[in-house]
């Protein structure tokens, strides 16, 4: 609708005439959508980063069986995971160019690279450096639709609005990771193939890349350049849209968002996020190894976290816009998480913690973990505009470098700090299959000394090893053990003895038996079977009793960085009392109304 002397839909002139071919890489609008078009698109840019995130977590939820299936030691595996993130980090800062080329073609270009890295390259991979190789690549795809997909959400979203757009948008992670978790569970039940969860994916993927293809648009760079309050300033926005020169307000752009509260606030909710991507890497093989969960099951405990997550984050999201503050609701969150995640680290110690339990604590993490992280995402795209609304791809490829590499460093750090998860995962799957198969023989490999084990390997006759192994067996002392099996001897060859030496046998003679008996069974188990037993049993063993303390550790290091969010946080733009932040709305809308007057004046 035109205001007097303003011309409907600003200065810029629309397109016209153009056929369906250019719309496929030409996406620019060059007026603000209507709410029903702006909805869709926002709609659009959430769905495809919740199929995203999908994509990106898919390879965690099947974490212990590609380790298994690529003999994948623990430790490499973080270390590959840590490659892709790293890759990831300079991809998303490379994204920062969206604020110069658009973000709907990267976002499209980043969705059909993923999907096919995810149907034809990985489960294709026939070694570890083919696997390692396709994961960077999709590490890579993560990292710049990180940052395309924020910055359509943030410019289809005035900031009065800017709450709920990021609860929504924070759906893609969040569902992204329950879709992984709960697909995984599903298909690993019913095809028991790693690989089959990969190309579940991918056609995922490619499904939503021709809805994008045909689908995604975005705002024309004059009108993103602007900061816009709320939905009132459309007619201003694009009254002043032909004013703007896009490459002028780019001019510095890095300079402009490489600003203390930027990176601060930047690090602070990259360490805030060490628990959530603990949770989406690590959490299978934490049930796993100590609390004996079958991959299906401890991914169900991470369903409970995602829907508590996927909860929280719109609940929030509409909170804050409705309060028009974000600082308290990031304190209250961070509050509730703190409780969340010190039940939990105390609860690793406890071999009897309960499956309702870890999902208490983990809903309660999860939901103010979300509240915490929507209102930081509102109020660190509002500090980005502070800064230059133009450069607001440039602050989030900010964000997405920091964030990848604290996630590296992470991930390095739980390789060196996890170390018994490496003999649990590396050997414990087969040792415990023995274990099952053969429990008497492990017994008696647990109460012989190994000296005495290795000397009887070599020589199964030495009569001296014989008599220690059978004395540590039955509890009798060496020279009691020789002279049973003297007495014994002496009598299965007719020799009566005398009636002390009868008193002693009968209360020796069974232990002997029975000792020996053990002794000689372990003839019936493998030698492979044995070797493997002998040499990783005492290591997975220590490493059982070493794997609770080292998890321990590592959540309290998540508590800590969550405890250091909070000073960093509180860096942002934002008021703390909703009236000072209504006050400012007014002001604000007082400013847009003269400025319209201005403009209708100069072009009557």
């Not at 007097?4 to 629309?14: D, E, N, Q, T, Y």
């Not at 969705?111 to 890579?140: C, Q, T």
């Not at 309060?323 to 609701?329: A, F, G, I, N, S």
């Not at 232990?511 to 070797?531: E, F, H, I, N």
Request: hydrophobic share 50%.
């Amino acid at each position: 609708m035109a205001t007097a002397g303003v011309p409907a839909g600003g200065a810029i002139p629309a397109r016209t005439g153009e056929g369906w071919l250019r719309r496929l890489w030409d996406r620019k609008l060059d007026r603000y959508p209507e709410t029903g078009a702006r909805a869709w698109y926002l709609g659009l840019t959430v769905g495809l980063t919740i199929v995203f995130y999908y994509q990106a977590y898919a390879p965690s939820t099947v974490g212990p069986t590609v380790v298994t299936h690529f003999q994948f030691t623990f430790a490499q595996i973080m270390l590959v995971t840590a490659v892709g993130t790293f890759l990831g980090a300079f991809a998303s800062l490379g994204a920062g160019l969206a604020d110069r080329w658009g973000r709907a073609n990267l976002v499209v270009g980043a969705m059909l690279l993923s999907s096919l890295i995810l149907f034809f390259l990985m489960p294709a991979a026939a070694n570890r450096a083919e696997y390692i190789a396709f994961g960077a690549l999709l590490g890579m795809a993560e990292g710049a639709a990180l940052v395309g997909t924020t910055a359509l959400a943030r410019d289809f979203s005035p900031q009065l609005r800017r709450g709920a757009a990021m609860g929504f948008w924070t759906l893609g992670p969040v569902l992204g990771s329950l879709a992984a978790t709960e697909v995984s569970s599903h298909v690993l039940t019913s095809h028991h193939s790693w690989d089959f969860v990969f190309k579940v994916a991918g056609i995922a993927g490619l499904a939503d890349w021709m809805i994008a293809v045909f689908g995604l648009r975005e705002l024309s760079p004059q009108l993103r350049d602007q900061v816009m309050v709320s939905i009132r300033d459309r007619e201003l926005i694009e009254a002043r849209a032909a004013g703007i020169d896009p490459d002028k307000v780019l001019k510095h752009h890095w300079k402009q968002v490489l600003k203390l509260d930027v990176i601060g606030p930047a690090l602070g909710i990259s360490l805030f996020l060490l628990l959530y991507f603990s949770f989406v890497i690590l959490l299978v093989g934490y049930l796993q190894t100590i609390f004996g969960y079958t991959v299906a099951r401890a991914n169900d405990v991470g369903n409970w976290f995602w829907i508590a997550d996927s909860i929280a984050v719109i609940s929030a999201g509409l909170l804050s816009d409705v309060l028009r503050v974000r600082k308290p609701l990031m304190i209250v969150g961070t509050a509730a998480s703190l409780i969340g995640m010190a039940l939990f680290a105390v609860a690793v110690t406890k071999r009897g913690t309960s499956y309702d339990t870890f999902v208490l604590y983990s809903v309660l993490m999860a939901a103010g973990g979300g509240v915490a992280f929507v209102a930081w995402y509102a109020a660190f795209t509002e500090t980005v505009e502070k800064h230059n609304p133009a450069a607001t791809a440039s602050g989030l490829a900010v964000l997405g470098w920091i964030g990848r590499m604290v996630v590296t460093a992470m991930l390095v750090g739980v390789a060196v700090l996890l170390a018994a998860m490496t003999p649990l995962l590396d050997h414990g799957p087969r040792v415990q299959r023995i274990v099952a198969t053969y429990p008497e023989q492990v017994r008696v490999l647990q109460t012989v000394d190994p000296s005495t084990l290795t000397t009887l390997s070599k020589n199964p006759y030495d009569v001296a090893a014989q008599a220690r192994a059978v004395s540590e067996l039955s509890g009798l002392p060496v020279a009691t053990v020789a002279k049973t099996a003297a007495l014994t001897s002496a009598q299965q060859l007719g020799k009566a003895p005398p009636p002390a030496a009868l008193a002693f046998l009968a209360v020796n003679g069974p232990k002997l038996k029975r000792a020996t008996a053990q002794l000689q069974s372990l003839g019936s188990v493998p030698a492979d079977d044995l070797a493997y037993l002998s040499a990783n049993g005492p290591k997975v063993a220590q490493a059982q009793k070493d794997n609770p303390g080292q998890w321990q550790t590592w959540w309290w290091i998540c508590f800590a960085g969550q405890v250091l969010f909070i000073p960093l946080a509180l860096l942002l733009k934002g008021r703390w009392r909703p009236s000072k932040a209504r006050q400012d709305e007014l002001e604000h809308d007082q400013m847009v109304k003269r400025e319209l007057e201005k403009l209708r004046a100069v072009a009557s």
